[in-house]
């Protein structure tokens, strides 16, 4: 367990057991934490922002946190020493996971509704499995097939009556960008578990999320030809902020130490909760009906996460 990271185990008769039930937790824990950012979104979408905006406030406001982190785990560790390939597999992925597939996921959503675009994303689990088998040769393990259709039924049941597209041309356009963004994230995922054990959490995630926010801003400038107007209410800046901490630094860096301990394939898995809690949270703070059909459905989600959770099966 690297020591900046502030869960630590205790002595335990089982430790695998117990690690396992650990990246289970934190897995969870961040992919709730991860599905607020839709909340804030349409609470900030109130006051006429765009979504580039949005996403540059969102890096902004997390990048000091990254550079803090850098710079601490620098002043207190010299055995992180990063090799060139090291420094392309880092730019590769911090371009891919938290810049483009954002993007990406903001475009589509100009297109479909966020209910369809919950359901594409959430095929990330499956590719996430199966990149690691065809390109790392990874198990499928019985545990994680019986997870995957029960989340995935479960997704379907809560989404499937509220597909609501006029037009077939933004239902393929806003698809196909939704796809691409599940795609590089899954990707993302695969190569952080990679990557994740000879680096460590904290310096991976700040390391990654650095180049994500700095091609963030590179694409606002270029987009806008300069700075532009920062002229928003403060409740904008106050939502961008909420996104930056709770949404993305927080997250971020319970889901990577997650992929350490129990691989991408099942953090994947686990994060499958997250549109039951998209759903959940919109209800509450944005006063969107909750269906009886979305509760049933929401359970499955729920028996796929707690069947991966106690399986003891290895990854």
């Known amino acids: 367990m ?25 897995a969870f824990l961040g992919a709730i934490l991860y599905s607020t950012k839709a909340v804030f979104v349409k609470l900030a979408y109130e006051y006429d922002v765009d979504a580039v905006t949005l996403l540059l406030l969102r890096m902004l406001f997390s990048l000091p946190f990254y550079l803090g982190i850098m710079i601490y785990i620098a002043r207190k560790s010299s055995k992180y020493t990063l090799t060139r390939k090291d420094y ?23 297109y479909i509704t966020a209910s369809l675009e919950r359901l594409i994303l959430f095929i990330y689990p499956t590719m996430v499995v199966l990149i690691g088998y065809f390109f790392f040769k990874e198990k499928i393990n019985r545990s994680q097939v019986i997870a995957l259709v029960l989340t995935y039924v479960g997704i379907a049941i809560v989404f499937i009556g509220n597909v609501d597209i006029d037009n077939q041309q933004n239902l393929i356009i806003g698809s196909a960008f939704i796809v691409g963004c599940a795609v590089l994230f899954a990707v993302y995922m ?9 680096l460590g959490t904290w310096l991976f995630t700040s390391y990654a999320l650095t180049i994500s926010s700095i091609a963030v801003i590179l694409h606002y400038i270029i987009e806008n030809q300069g700075i532009g107007s920062f002229d928003y209410p403060f409740p904008v800046f106050g939502y961008g902020f909420l996104m930056a901490t709770f949404s993305t630094v927080i997250p971020t860096l319970l889901i990577s130490e997650a992929i350490r301990l ?14 039951i809690s998209t759903i959940t949270l919109a209800w509450v703070f944005l006063d ?3 269906a009886l059909v979305q509760i049933l459905g929401g359970i499955l989600v729920l028996s796929g996460v707690v069947f991966i959770s106690v399986s003891r099966k290895k990854n």
Do not use: C, W
């Open 2 to 26: 690297p020591k900046y990271f502030p869960f630590g185990t205790s002595h335990s008769k089982n430790p695998m057991k117990q690690q396992r039930l650990l990246g289970i937790i934190l």
């Open 88 to 110: 392309q597999r880092l730019f590769f992925l911090g371009i891919i996971g938290y810049y483009l597939s954002s993007f990406l996921d903001f475009k589509g959503l100009e």
């Open 190 to 198: 695969v190569g952080s578990g990679q990557i994740l054990p000879r």
């Open 262 to 275: 129990i691989g991408a394939s099942n953090v994947a898995i686990v994060g499958s909760v997250g549109p």
């Open 288 to 290: 969107e009906r909750l």
